[in-house]
Nanobody, 115 residues
């Protein structure tokens, strides 16, 4: 298992930027897929972006061209650079680690985008 701690959330105006970080309790060389998900009030949790060990990325259509996911395996950290933020991006953002035989979630970090 791996413990995950998110940081970097906050309040930002529409059009602004935030950078989320997810720190793992160890290196993440063996973690197949690292991802960011989000959950807005009254809505189910949804995929934002994932990045595989080899660097292949996948994004939700709603964030393509605005968000960028990256990972540093040696530091055990995953980042989510969020630009051109919109009020509809407001949600709790969760980090996920999927190694195949286990999956771990962080506690989440709140992102609020004001109009």
């Amino acid at each position: 298992q791996v413990q995950l701690v998110e940081s970097g959330g906050g309040l930002v105006q529409a059009g602004g930027s935030l950078r989320l970080s997810c720190a793992a309790s160890r290196t993440i060389f063996t973690i197949n897929v690292m991802g960011w998900y989000r959950q807005a009030p009254g809505k189910p949790r949804e995929l934002v972006a994932t990045i595989r060990r080899g660097g292949t990325t996948n994004y939700a259509d709603s964030v393509k061209g605005r968000f960028t996911i990256s990972r540093d395996n040696a530091k055990g950290t995953v980042y989510l650079q969020m630009d051109s933020l919109k009020p509809e991006d407001t949600a709790v953002y969760y980090c996920n680690a999927d190694r195949g035989d286990f999956t771990s979630w962080g506690q989440g970090t709140q992102v609020t985008v004001s109009s």
